[in-house]
């Protein structure tokens, strides 16, 4: 049951083809406990992530810490990261220089008997670039301590050799630290609105999926989920509307295969119907359809060399709140977001690792309704292992947002270079 926790999905690959601060490459270890760090310099030509560039150098200092105990039955582990980013340009600017980083992610497999299992995760991130609060929402650096918890329960049943079930329960809370006084002041409340008053709100989703197995390679699935997002900001976000006016309900229905093609190729599809219930919306309760999807697939082409990508099809929160004339609020995006990664592993020494990412982000009503941004993603690293616990990395990232609303659009470009080591 040992296995290396790897927080993944498609917010994850999001903010990792945009962080020009991942972490190294980790060599596995047999042992309980692992300490790892990197110390990285980079130059960051946005890191405000707006259409007013500011740039700077800086370096990176992120140790980590881990545990994993593998028993009979139970396997149970630990990380925490922390991470240091120091900008000399705001330090030169009397601005405060440093950013800090905390993730904390803990895991749980527990097998009752061969046929009653759980699964238990939490990841605890706490940040101010968006591209590492996967799931914020927010689209410009937000100061402050920024805080995303998002916690996931599987109870997987198996009642015949090809018959079992699974039940889930997930919980997101999303946590923005800077409230505009007044949200916008006494003369114009709502006006100016904060990323905490938008944004902050409780994400919670329950489902349950029947799976066939037909054979050993291939499980036929189908299932239902329900998702409830209740917006906790408290605060006016328009003149005349508060927080929870984007209060919805989701009901999810999918069918959905997975299936092994050979020991090197698998791949997985889902795809179904989501159905919203606007319950909130000031301007009259409403109610919409939108198409959902995950599809992914895996190559493995040799040992430590692998090409893995996918397409989500989902709706999201969104920064953008602006009605339209007749005062309906901006509610949620409809994203379409395709990915790709290759890394391949050129000798015992290097590895390299090419990621890309195109999102199509649509508006559903308000001001810019049917409008969209649209995000490209890219990045190329390398990472050359000295020894057994030292490692050296370089990498670049280029992200670029183009937005059907005024004054949203930004590019970003990082370089980095650095050592790490692996204990």
């Known amino acids: 049951m040992k296995k290396i926790f790897v927080s993944i999905g498609l917010a994850a690959s999001a903010a990792g083809l945009s962080s020009a601060f991942a972490q190294g490459m980790e060599a596995a270890s047999p042992k309980i406990?692992?300490?790892?760090?990197?110390?990285?310099g980079f130059y960051d030509d946005n890191y405000n992530q707006s259409n007013t560039k500011q740039g700077s150098w800086g370096f990176q200092v992120s140790p980590s810490v881990s545990a994993n105990l593998d028993l009979q039955q139970t396997?149970?582990?630990?990380?925490?990261?922390?991470?240091?980013?120091?900008?000399?340009?705001?330090?030169n600017n009397d601005q405060k220089p440093i950013d800090y980083t905390h993730q904390a992610d803990v895991w749980l497999d527990h097998a009752f008997s061969e046929t009653l299992k759980l699964n238990v995760t939490d990841s605890f991130i706490v940040a101010q670039d968006p591209t590492l609060l996967k799931g914020g929402g927010a689209v410009t650096r937000v100061g402050g301590n920024d805080m995303v918890n998002s916690g996931e329960i599987t109870l997987t049943k198996d009642w015949t050799r090809q018959f079992s079930t699974a039940g889930f329960y997930g919980n997101n809370y999303i946590l923005y630290s800077g409230k505009t006084i007044s949200s916008g002041g006494p003369s114009t409340p709502g006006s100016n609105?904060?990323?905490?008053?938008?944004?902050?709100?409780?994400?919670?989703?329950?489902?349950?999926?029947?799976?066939?197995?037909?054979?050993?390679?291939?499980?036929?699935?189908?299932?239902?989920?329900?998702?409830?997002?209740?917006y906790t900001g408290d605060a006016l976000i328009t003149p005349t509307y508060y927080s929870d006016a984007r209060n919805n309900n989701i009901h999810y229905g999918y069918v959905g295969v997975r299936h092994e093609f050979s020991p090197n190729l698998s791949g997985s599809a889902r795809g179904g119907v989501s159905y919203v219930d606007m319950y909130n919306d000031p301007t009259g309760a409403s109610t919409s359809?939108?198409?959902?999807?995950?599809?992914?697939?895996t190559y493995t082409f040799t040992p430590g060399s692998f090409l893995e990508?996918?397409?989500?099809?989902?709706?999201?929160?969104t920064d953008v709140v602006a009605p339209d004339a007749n005062g309906k609020l901006t509610q949620y995006q409809e994203s379409s977001i395709a990915y790709l990664n290759l890394t391949h592993k050129f000798d015992s020494k290097l590895t390299g690792s090419l990621v890309g990412q195109y999102a199509h982000q649509q508006f559903k009503d308000g001001a810019y309704g049917s409008q969209a941004d649209n995000t490209i993603g890219a990045g190329v690293s390398l990472n050359y292992q000295i020894n057994s616990h030292l490692f050296a990395d370089l990498g670049y990232n280029?992200?670029?947002?183009?937005?059907?609303?005024?004054?949203?659009?930004?590019?970003?470009?990082?370089?980095?270079?650095?050592?790490?080591?692996?204990?």
Do not use: C, H
């Open 75 to 91: 396997d149970i582990g630990i990380r925490y990261t922390f991470g240091m980013y120091y900008y000399f340009d705001r330090a």
């Open 193 to 230: 609105p904060s990323q905490a008053d938008i944004l902050n709100r409780i994400e919670q989703n329950a489902g349950f999926d029947l799976q066939w197995q037909f054979d050993e390679e291939t499980m036929g699935f189908v299932g239902y989920k329900f998702a409830w997002t209740q």
């Open 309 to 317: 990508g996918g397409f989500t099809q989902d709706i999201n929160a």
């Open 289 to 297: 359809t939108a198409p959902y999807a995950n599809i992914s697939a």
């Open 398 to 423: 280029y992200d670029e947002l183009f937005s059907d609303v005024p004054g949203r659009n930004y590019s970003r470009n990082r370089v980095y270079i650095g050592l790490g080591a692996n204990y």
């Open 33 to 40: 406990w692992n300490v790892s760090g990197t110390l990285r």
